[in-house]
């Protein structure tokens, strides 16, 4: 039985409107990560939008907790219930049914279509919500429905905003598995489950905590798909259903071992990160040490962390992914379409970990050395922290040695972390001017953006605001933001810079400096002087930067079908920017491209420019737009109709809202001047078109007759080549004259030992001191030199009482220097050029009373 389909089927049959899953970075600047299926309906349960047409709808949301405000990271394989990543099913009404509809549908759904015993089912209600629990004695019987207090059955969205109580289903998994005191409804042991939350959105809870009822109360629901797979399934956790089982399966092939009672931890940890890895790799968070990337990469890192705990010392979660795709691929085909990506870049972080995986150990071991009983905790964690050890691992490492970790100490460091982290954590965005953007948008609607066809408009000025977004009258001498009524001015968007231009009115022009998008609000941010800007004024908005903008644009879609010809397929869009000074691509790849790569690439968009492809646009059905190959960015959500950029057909197709030219010809010529590596498994193209490029290559020139004038020759080649030469004549003779040094004064036998102490003005001294340590059995020799007014000391010893490093450290203070080293060769520096002598003298008094 296929409960994802059994569930959206049975809603649809209900009125409601599938919609798809969002993407696991929201557009939510309070979430780090998709966490619930409401939150693509956030903005109409808050009233920051209108309620669609159709006031219902269904869906089933991936959702990640393992980061930010919502984190079950830590109890993932230890727990029957706790993943990183899980689906969750649900339904929802924007004002149109409530509380009798809900429980309904959802009785029937539980009851009927999944066909779970009545017997095994509990309900809770809220300690005062008397309607809901009359509502649920229709269906079951009153002493299996229990009432709860707000800590159970009330629902918020924060401290302020809708709220209301919520009802929860319960399955009882039977007291022959689980007798534990707690294993009671309301305590907290496994046997009664939790498999549906219903969430009445009936209040508005203001700053002051008063509850105000809604005039048009809604309904939230989740239901988490993991779950209910394992009850149809008859398993008591959700690892031993068919959602995870091949995973642990596959793995024990490639652990070469069987899963067992001590190990099976590992094997679960493993199977759920696999999931949450794969799904946040093919939405385009890529691996890294802030923000997401971070939480992405401690995920893949803790599973790889256990893969050494079964045994493995190299790369091995590609080898799972596979199977994840034959479990999930269906409904999600991006797992589907990017399954080579995602098995690269496990691969290579994956590498990069067990390099550090191997310098940890070597901190163990250095650290073992150290310990007597008790095993330092600011070790054990500095191998958590930096290394990425988990303390259990450590602890393993110390059985056989009968040694334990310093438990305390290390708690104290994990909790304080934790403390700093919670503190510096902010989400991914201010919206502290949420509530101004709000009353616009329903003050005035969506603007219109008409740039797609005007780079010039007469337009209306709806609204007016400061510098700090609040609504003023006018703006007179000051920065501030216009709101039209229909603009040309592209937003910020889609790695397209926003536009510039002027605002013309009464002979004035008002220079726009930028364009952004605030809360659905096209908004162009102004500098007023000499004039005064009223709402309703009539203005020609004109755009100034548009042509150059869409010649990079466009050159950024040709760059990247260049980029899969050359480097392959698996090649993926990774960020840009295009602004109308230069394009910046960034792309997946393991590694620099070669000098022949970067040419052939280079080569490939200037013949396509070269080709006058003519660019179409068109907004088509998503499934169509697919089938015609269209290139959508990873993790993002697109409506049922999408615009369609193409160029020549099918040489460049992509999903895009920017700007684009009409025939590539207009791009004039490209270049790529830089490619570099923005992180591990990402690089970077930055190149330039059009005026740009002009510019560009007017430079270069410059620079080239600069070269042939001081060289003083139209052959660059030729002159550099002789340069080189003459560079290469100049360093033999200074190697010749260095070392032809004449044999140092002061050479003397003691005993059957030489004794060689002499200033030497030219010559490599290192040189002459290998030179006599070679020609003679037994010698002792300190050489000085004065250059660049310093002193430059070097002694060597060979078969003598004799230790360099003492003889020339007791001689360097003489000049003001100090230096050291091995008995048999030292060195040293000093800056008193004239105490050379006086050393010098020295030298030979120390040798002789020390020979």
Not at 256 to 283: P, W, Y
Request: net charge negative; hydrophobic share 40%.
């Amino acid at each position: 039985m296929d409960i994802r389909k059994e569930y959206l089927e049975f809603f649809k049959t209900k009125g409601h409107e599938v919609v798809s899953s969002m993407p696991l970075v929201p557009d939510d600047p309070t979430l780090m990560f998709t966490n619930a299926g409401m939150v693509q309906f956030k903005d109409i349960f808050t009233g920051n939008i209108p309620a669609p047409e159709n006031k219902r709808a269904t869906s089933c949301q991936l959702c990640v907790r393992a980061g930010g405000k919502h984190n079950d990271l830590e109890n993932v394989g230890y727990t029957a219930r706790h993943h990183t990543l899980f689906e969750m099913l649900g339904n929802f009404s924007f004002g149109d049914y409530f509380k009798e509809d809900a429980i309904s549908y959802a009785w029937e759904f539980i009851t009927v279509n999944l066909a779970l015993p009545i017997e095994k089912l509990w309900v809770t209600v809220h300690d005062s919500d008397d309607e809901a629990f009359n509502i649920w004695t229709k269906y079951i019987d009153p002493s299996r429905i229990m009432r709860f207090g707000d800590k159970d059955n009330f629902w918020s969205m924060g401290d302020t905003g809708a709220c209301g109580p919520c009802s929860e289903i319960f399955y009882d998994q039977g007291s022959e598995y689980f007798s534990s005191p707690e294993d009671k409804m309301g305590g907290d042991g496994d046997r009664f489950l939790e498999i549906w939350n219903l969430v009445f959105m009936q209040y508005e809870r203001t700053k002051s905590g008063e509850l105000i009822p809604l005039p048009k109360p809604s309904i939230d629901t989740g239901m988490g798909l993991e779950r209910v797979i394992a009850i149809k399934e008859g398993v008591l956790n959700n690892f031993d259903s068919s959602n995870f089982k091949p995973i642990i399966e596959a793995l024990e092939k490639v652990a070469n071992k069987k899963a067992t009672k001590e190990s099976i931890g590992s094997f679960r940890v493993i199977a759920d990160h696999l999931r949450a890895c794969s799904f946040m790799l093919s939405q385009g968070i890529l691996f890294g040490n802030e923000g997401r990337p971070y939480v992405l990469r401690r995920i893949l890192r803790r599973a790889v962390r256990h893969g050494y705990l079964l045994g493995i010392r190299k790369p091995f979660m590609a080898k799972l992914v596979d199977t994840l795709v034959s479990i999930m691929g269906e409904h999600y085909v991006e797992l589907k379409e990017n399954s080579n990506y995602i098995k690269e870049q496990f691969t290579l972080e994956e590498e990069r970990f067990f390099k550090t995986i191997e310098a940890g150990i070597t901190l163990f071991n250095e650290e073992l050395e150290n310990t007597k009983t008790i095993f330092s905790g600011e070790v054990a964690f500095k191998l958590y922290d930096t290394y990425g050890f988990p303390l259990d691992l450590t602890e393993d490492m110390l059985k056989d040695k009968g040694l334990k970790v310093d438990l305390e100490k290390f708690e104290e460091l994990m909790n304080n972390q934790k403390a700093m982290a919670k503190a510096a954590w902010k989400g991914s965005g201010d919206t502290s001017n949420e509530g101004d953007f709000k009353a616009l948008l329903e003050k005035y609607g969506q603007n219109e953006f008409v740039g797609y066809t005007n780079i010039s408009y007469s337009s209306k000025i709806l609204a007016l605001l400061d510098d700090n977004f609040k609504e003023v009258n006018s703006l007179e001498n000051q920065k501030g933001w216009v709101l039209l009524d229909k603009t040309p001015f592209y937003a910020t968007s889609g790695g397209q810079n926003g536009d510039i231009g002027a605002l013309e009115i009464d002979g004035h022009n008002i220079m726009v400096l930028e364009t952004s998008k605030f809360h659905n609000l096209n908004l162009s941010k102004v500098d007023v002087s000499n004039i005064k800007l009223s709402q309703n004024q009539k203005v020609e908005a004109v755009v100034i930067n548009r042509y150059e903008v869409a010649k990079h644009h466009s050159a950024t879609h040709l760059l990247q079908s260049a980029l899969k010809m050359v480097l392959g397929d698996s090649v993926s869009q990774a960020g840009s920017y295009n602004d109308d000074l230069k394009l910046r691509f960034d792309f997946t790849y393991p590694k620099a491209m070669t000098t022949s790569q970067i040419d052939e690439v280079e080569d490939l968009v200037n013949s396509m420019i070269n080709r006058a492809l003519a660019g179409v646009v068109e907004e088509l059905p998503l499934e169509i737009a697919k089938k015609k190959g269209a290139i959508a960015m990873f993790g993002e959500k697109y409506g049922d109709v999408v615009r369609v950029i193409s160029f020549g057909g099918d040489v460049s197709i992509e999903f895009c809202g920017g700007t684009h030219v009409k025939n590539t010809a207009d791009i004039g010529s490209f270049y790529i001047v830089k490619e570099s590596g923005v992180s591990a498994g990402i690089r970077r193209i930055e190149a330039v078109v059009g005026a740009s490029a002009f510019k560009y290559t007017k430079d270069q020139m410059n620079k080239i007759n600069e070269l042939q004038a001081e060289i003083k020759s139209n052959d660059l080649l030729a002159g550099v080549k002789k340069l080189k030469n003459e560079i290469k004549e100049l360093r033999n003779e200074l190697k010749n004259a260095q070392s032809q040094t004449s044999t140092p004064v002061n050479e003397e036998l003691i005993g059957d030992t030489k004794l060689i102490v002499s200033i030497v003005e030219n010559g490599d001294l290192k040189k002459i001191v290998d030179d006599s340590k070679n020609a003679n059995e037994k010698v002792a020799i300190l050489l000085l030199q004065a250059k660049d007014d310093k002193v430059l000391l070097v002694a060597g010893s060979k078969n003598t009482n004799i230790k360099a490093g003492d003889w020339i450290k007791n001689i360097a203070s003489i000049v003001g220097g100090n230096g050291g080293g091995r008995p048999d060769f030292a060195t040293a520096g000093g800056k008193d050029i004239s105490k050379i002598e006086e050393a010098k003298k020295a030298a030979l008094e120390f040798a002789k009373a020390n020979l």
